[in-house]
């Protein structure tokens, strides 16, 4: 077994049984020997989130808020800034509810070292918040993050209210974050579901290339 490979299999044991210590521990360790935040998190958290549930996912989120500045420069270093030209802004949030930033602030981090104009409105945020945010000519994607599967609502009720507003139709939205999945993407009319950070950021810059 490689090293990579044993860190990981901690972190996801560490995770599912509930080892606050031991997953500071390891994530040390991690960190140390240069492990990418996204395998740390994807492959190491949410496997442990699997066998421990919503509790698992609170405990990790914890432990990583302590880590999260080396967690974000780690991955920031990795994005090379983009000689291409991108319009428009992307205004994110954790939504109401929840209090989770972790993947969020990874995100953030990535879309600032692409060059992209990003404003991170924070966590809890209600959906009337996005709405007036999203009434600013110049943004174009709307990202919705939820850690919690009982905040998934806000999501939807975020949406609505884009659409009662009718902005819906002028904006892209992508949702990500543990408590997210494609088939939820789809049920509350999301434009696209991001498994993870890297993934986000290659669907917005997609979307936020100027055309020539």
């Known amino acids: 077994m490689s090293k990579d490979v044993d860190l990981i299999s901690r972190i996801t044991k560490s995770v599912s049984n509930l080892d606050v210590e031991e997953l500071r521990f390891v994530l040390s360790e991690a ?59 992307v205004i ?29 409105l924070g966590v809890d945020i209600p959906p009337k918040i996005f709405v007036e945010k999203a009434k600013l000519s110049e943004v174009k994607v709307i990202g919705l993050s939820c850690l919690l599967t009982i905040t998934t609502l806000s999501i939807k009720q975020t949406i609505a209210e884009l659409e009662k507003a009718e902005i819906r139709k002028n904006v892209k939205i992508i949702i990500g974050g543990a408590g997210t999945s494609r088939e939820l993407a789809d049920n509350v009319n999301a434009d696209a579901y991001a498994k993870n950070a890297f993934d986000g950021l290659k669907i917005i810059e997609k979307w936020m290339l100027k055309r020539s």
């Open 31 to 89: 960190f140390r020997a240069g492990l990418s935040g996204i395998d740390i998190v994807t492959e190491g958290i949410k496997e442990g989130i699997k066998r421990s549930g919503d509790i698992g996912l609170i405990v990790a989120a914890e432990v990583l808020k302590d880590e999260i500045n080396k967690l974000i420069v780690n991955e920031k270093q990795k994005i090379k800034k983009s000689s291409q030209k991108f319009s428009g802004k």
């Open 92 to 120: 994110i949030g954790t939504v109401e509810g929840d209090i989770h930033d972790l993947g969020k602030n990874i995100m953030v981090a990535l879309m600032e070292g692409l060059g992209i104009e990003v404003e991170d």
